[in-house]
């Protein structure tokens, strides 16, 4: 449950800033593959991919995970 939860708040705040998930994976260096299955809940997101996607998004980790 806490891989789709944060998947959504993923996605939620990737489409807040505008970005395709092309322009996060590429701007994050992710995989596009990669980087559908954490946004569809598929895959746990690594603490380095977090830091990357956060950063990405201008946002702390801490409000990426609704903490």
């Given at each position: 449950?806490?891989?789709?939860?944060?998947?959504?708040r993923i996605r939620a705040f990737r489409k807040l800033k505008g970005?395709?998930?092309?322009?996060?994976?590429?701007?994050?260096?992710?995989?596009?593959?990669?980087?559908?299955?954490?946004?569809?809940?598929?895959?746990?997101?690594?603490?380095?991919?977090?830091?990357?996607?956060?950063?990405?998004?201008?946002?702390?980790?801490?409000?990426?995970?609704?903490?």
């Amino acid at each position: 449950m806490e891989n789709v939860q944060l998947a959504n708040r993923i996605r939620a705040f990737r489409k807040l800033k505008g970005l395709t998930q092309q322009e996060l994976a590429a701007e994050t260096g992710i995989s596009l593959a990669i980087l559908g299955m954490i946004e569809r809940g598929n895959r746990k997101v690594a603490e380095r991919e977090l830091n990357l996607i956060a950063g990405v998004l201008s946002i702390s980790i801490e409000e990426l995970q609704g903490n």
